[in-house]
């Protein structure tokens, strides 16, 4: 049997148990912000860090959109631990080596809403949201299922608590 919307549009394949036949497609966030371009990567590769550094912190400037932070990809060329952490970013400035945030969708580009800065040195070490020992010279990964989100002026840091010479971090995330 076949529906048809009332202005002869539409059509609704329906099987002989009177259940709808339908496609479906599944996306992740990430990828569905992606198609309208609200989706951005920020890169601090090849870093030098000291013990204690801020390897990298994105700040949400946007006045009316949150930032859902969707992964973090990490790695470094020396054991160690890494914490990430939330800061409250009203009360400072982020200092340190800008990085530009890379939409993802090739096609939109544009500028995004946030403060991405590397060998970040104005924050103080926020609200832990998880810490993980990291072997050297092994690509980690961090699913945060979008379940960080980042309000106007606030901010996520990624920081390596022992010296190494060569550090890369990523963080992954979306305006809506």
């Known amino acids: ?3 048809e919307g ?5 059509v609704l394949n329906v099987d002989v148990d009177g259940r709808a036949e339908t496609t479906s ?3 992740n966030s ?3 912000y992606t198609d309208s371009g609200d989706s951005w990567a920020w890169s601090n590769v090849t870093y030098d860090p000291d013990a204690q550094d801020t390897i990298i912190l994105v700040k949400n400037t946007h006045a009316t ?4 932070i969707s992964k973090i990809q990490f790695s470094s060329d020396v054991a160690s631990e890494v914490k990430v952490h939330l800061t409250d970013g009203a009360t400072f400035t982020p200092t340190g080596t800008a990085i530009v945030g890379i939409n993802l969708n090739n096609n939109v580009g544009g500028t995004a809403y946030a403060t991405a800065i590397g060998d970040e040195t104005a924050n103080v070490l926020g609200n832990i949201i998880f810490h ?3 072997v050297a010279d092994v690509p980690n990964q961090f699913d945060m299922s979008n379940a960080v989100v980042l309000g106007t002026n606030q901010s996520i840091g990624v920081d390596l608590v022992t010296a190494a010479t060569a550090a890369f971090t990523t963080i992954w995330g979306y305006y809506k």
């Open 1 to 3: 049997m076949k529906l």
């Open 6 to 10: 009332a202005t002869g549009g539409n």
């Open 25 to 27: 497609v599944i996306q």
């Open 30 to 32: 990430l990828e569905h």
């Open 65 to 68: 959109k949150n930032l859902y």
């Open 132 to 134: 993980t020992q990291v």
